[in-house]
């Protein structure tokens, strides 16, 4: 059964044909953490790194990247400027970028469980080759620059079916101990995708106190829209101050066998008021057509007196 062995110590230490496996991110940039000291270390392996990212150097090509694993062997250039054993180099993208554009959480861990089964089928191409490895020699990946708990990518690792050695300097280990107090919270990690937009909270604890109080807002306003919004069920009683209730009681006000209230009633004053415009336009047509009628006369009895 494969197994996750952990100490303290040097992870350069390792013997020769050990496998050195570090995260790393996709735009070819070892300059902090661990990484930098890789970069000091095998000047040589950094630049099939940084080529390995920037051929061809396009974003579509550097998210590609993401979840796989590049393997460099031992470089001659390494052997002869530094103290190196002869160590083969697994770069594991983790993260797409680095400092505060690293990746969420969540897609750090899926993209630690695709490099380290992509890691699996590259070794085994060099194994068909005659080529013999020694230990799976890693540190405690994605716990520094990238800010992944340990114990989270841990989980990842035992799944994965390869024997590891972990090794972390004694500072390391009370640093991480120290922080394992402080956040007592434990995000479950999950084999489905990462929804990297769904996650980009994940990287603004700063503002963690500010957004819960703003969510909680914004939650009360939305209760209070619904409750408003509510519809009411048949068998509801309705109140008078219900908006719903007003618009039913003017409907059935409106229809017939209503009886009309006295306020219903019209006042007389404009029923009189209607009657005598009715009929003041009666008085002006019969007045138009009489006027009519007499201006016809006169024309006819003109043209009885011309002939």
């Known amino acids: 059964m494969p197994r996750i062995t952990e100490s303290t110590g040097d992870i350069f230490a390792a013997p020769q044909n050990s496998v050195l496996i570090h995260a790393c991110n996709c735009r070819g940039v070892w300059g902090g953490g661990v990484a930098l000291e890789f970069k000091k270390r095998y000047p040589q392996a950094f630049e099939v790194y940084h080529q390995e990212c920037h051929t061809p150097s396009s974003e579509f090509?550097?998210?590609s990247l993401l979840g796989t694993a590049l393997l460099?062997?031992?470089?001659?250039?390494?052997?002869?400027?530094?103290?190196?054993?002869?160590?083969?180099?697994?770069?594991?993208?983790?993260?797409?970028?680095?400092?505060r554009k690293v990746s969420p959480e969540?897609?750090?861990?899926e993209s630690t469980k695709k490099a380290m089964a992509d890691l699996q089928k590259k070794m085994r191409f060099w194994k068909a080759k005659g080529q013999e490895f020694g230990d799976l020699w890693a540190v405690r990946i994605n716990s520094g620059k990238f800010g992944v708990p340990w114990d989270r990518t841990k989980r990842i690792l035992e799944q994965c079916g390869m024997d590891v050695k972990v090794v972390a300097p004694e500072g390391e280990v009370a640093e991480v101990k120290q922080v394992g107090k402080q956040d007592s919270k434990e995000t479950a990690y999950t084999?489905?995708?990462?929804?990297?937009?769904?996650?980009?909270?994940?990287?603004?604890?700063?503002?963690?106190?500010?957004?819960?109080?703003?969510?909680?807002?914004?939650?009360?306003?939305?209760?209070?829209?619904r409750k408003e919004r509510k519809e009411l069920s048949p068998g509801h009683e309705l109140?008078?101050?219900?908006?719903?209730?007003?618009?039913?009681?003017?409907?059935?006000?409106?229809?017939?066998?209503?009886?009309?209230q006295p306020s219903d009633k019209i006042p007389e004053e404009l029923v009189k008021s209607s009657k005598r415009r009715k009929e003041k336009k009666h008085d002006s047509g019969t007045t138009e057509s009489r006027s009519k009628e007499k201006a016809?006369?006169?024309?006819?009895?003109?043209s009885l007196e011309l002939r």
């Open 61 to 63: 090509h550097q998210k």
């Open 72 to 99: 460099i062997p031992p470089q001659d250039d390494d052997l002869a400027t530094s103290a190196d054993e002869g160590h083969w180099i697994a770069c594991l993208f983790t993260s797409l970028d680095y400092g």
């Open 106 to 109: 969540l897609v750090i861990l």
């Open 191 to 225: 084999d489905k995708p990462a929804d990297v937009a769904g996650q980009a909270n994940l990287l603004d604890s700063g503002n963690e106190g500010s957004m819960t109080e703003k969510t909680s807002k914004d939650t009360a306003k939305v209760s209070k829209k």
């Open 239 to 260: 109140q008078p101050s219900d908006k719903i209730f007003k618009k039913r009681k003017e409907r059935k006000e409106s229809s017939a066998g209503h009886e009309l």
């Open 296 to 302: 016809k006369g006169k024309m006819s009895k003109g």
